[in-house]
C-alpha cells in the first residue's frame, strides 16, 4: 500500500470515521471543517449492526455499548391503540440489537480515536472548491491547500463540493423535516425499544433511548416531531403550550416526558434530501456519507452508511494497486449496498410523513401482517439491521462481532428493560 496525502472535507461521522481509519492506515490526513469548534449535530440516532460491526473493528465497540441504550425492538402505534409497526432483532438473530446512541457520544468516540486531531485538524476552514485533477482546495477566502492525493468529500447531504465530481442524478429536499431535542429519560418504561406513535402520515413522534455522553451520566431520551420544513416558523408562531397539548393528547403515556420542553430553542430543525449520484469519484475526489447517496431518515441507516462508506474506501486504498481502481472498488461495494436503501426509503417516506392519508390508512393495515410473515418479516428485518444487500443478497456479520455482542455489557450500558 502507498501512503498518500489525503485531505477530508467535513468532520462529521463520516469524515471522523475516514480520518481514524486512513490515519491508522499509514496515510497523512489533513481535515478541513467549516465549523471553527466542532461538535456533534442532531440529537441521537439508532447504530444497527451493520454500522457496530464497523465499530467493532476499529476497536470502539466497548466505548459504544457504555454509553448507548440497547434497542431490542421498534414499536409504533396510534392514538388509539392500534400497533402499526412491531419489529424484534431477535427475528432475526437471537443476539442481535441495535443501539441507540447521543450525537454527543459517538463525536467524542470518534474524536478521542484519531491521535493527530490536535496538528491535523483545520477548524473553522470553509472549503468551497475542489480542483479535482489536482486535489487542490479553495476555501471561502480565497487560500489554496494542497495538493492532495487525495480528497474525501463528507461535508454532509448539502455539499457544496459534490457538484464537482458529478451531477447528481437526483437532489432535492424533502418537503417534510422534523424537530429533534434530547429529554431525560426519567421513569420511562421502554428503555429497550424505539417508540413512536402516528396520526395519519401528518403526526409522528418518537421516543429513541440513547443512553449517557462522556461527562454526562444522565440517561436521555432522543424526541422527535415530524413536521413539513415550510411550517417550522408557523411551529414556533403557534406557542409552546398549545404545541404540548397537542402532544399530551396524541401520547398522554409520555406527559412525563414531554415535560421537559420547556422552550423552542431547546429544540433543534433538521431538513433532509434525497440525493443520488451516478459516479462517486472523479480525478482525486471521492465522496462518502451523506454527500454520496443522502436519503429520509425513515430507515435510519445514515450514521451506518457513513461508517461502512469509510471502512469500504480504507480497505480500498489499501488493496488496490492505484488510485483509480481503489476508487472504482469502494464505488462497486458500496453502491451495491446502498440502492436499495435509497429505493425503500424514497418509497417509506411518504407512508410516514406526507398528507396521503389513503397510503397511512394501507400502511396501518398491512405494515405489521407483513412484519409476521415469515417470508416479509425476515426481508424488514435485514433492511432494519442494515444486511440487506441488493434485492436477494445479505451482508455478512462475523462470528467474532457477534460473540461480542453477547459479552457481558460495560460498566454502564442500558440493557432492555424485562
Known sequence: MTPRRIAIVGYGSAGQACAVLLGRD????????????????????????????????????DPVLRHGARVERLFGDTPSGRAVMDMRYAGLGSRLYGVGLQRGALFSILDAAWPDRARALRAGCEIVAVDAARGVLRDAQGGEHGPFDLVVV????????????????????????????????????????????????????????????????VRRLSFFWSLRTDAFEDWQARGLRAWQQELRQLWPEADGVFTGITDPAQLARARYRDTI??????GRVVLVGDAAHA????????????????AALAQALREAAGLEPALDAYQRQRRAHVWI???????????????????????????????????????????LTGTRRGVFGTLALEPGFVDALEQPLPVGCIAAAD
Not at 449520484?277 to 472523479?282: D, F
Not at 436519503?295 to 469509510?310: F, H, I, R, Y
Request: proline share 10%.
Open 277 to 282: 449520484v451516478r459516479r462517486w469519484h472523479h
Open 26 to 61: 499509514g496515510h497523512e490526513v489533513t481535515v478541513f471543517e467549516r465549523v471553527p469548534q466542532p461538535g456533534p449535530v442532531g440529537a441521537g440516532f439508532l447504530l444497527q449492526p451493520s454500522g457496530l460491526q464497523v465499530l467493532w473493528r476499529m476497536g470502539l465497540l
Open 341 to 383: 436503501y435509497q429505493l425503500w426509503s424514497r418509497w417509506l417516506t411518504p407512508l410516514f410523513q406526507s398528507e396521503r392519508d389513503t397510503a397511512a390508512k394501507l400502511r396501518d393495515a398491512a405494515l405489521l401482517p407483513l412484519g409476521r410473515m415469515p417470508g416479509g418479516r425476515g426481508q424488514m428485518l435485514r433492511v
Open 154 to 217: 463528507a461535508d454532509g447531504a448539502a455539499s457544496r463540493l459534490r457538484e464537482g465530481v458529478a451531477p447528481p442524478h437526483v437532489d432535492r429536499p424533502y418537503p417534510w423535516g422534523a424537530l429533534w431535542c434530547l429529554l431525560p429519560a426519567g421513569d420511562w418504561p421502554w428503555t429497550g425499544e424505539l417508540r413512536q406513535r402516528y396520526l395519519a402520515a401528518r403526526r409522528m413522534i418518537g421516543l429513541l433511548p440513547v443512553g449517557s455522553c462522556p461527562g454526562d451520566p
Open 295 to 310: 436519503m429520509s431518515p425513515q430507515l435510519g441507516q445514515g450514521v451506518n452508511m457513513a461508517l461502512m462508506d469509510a
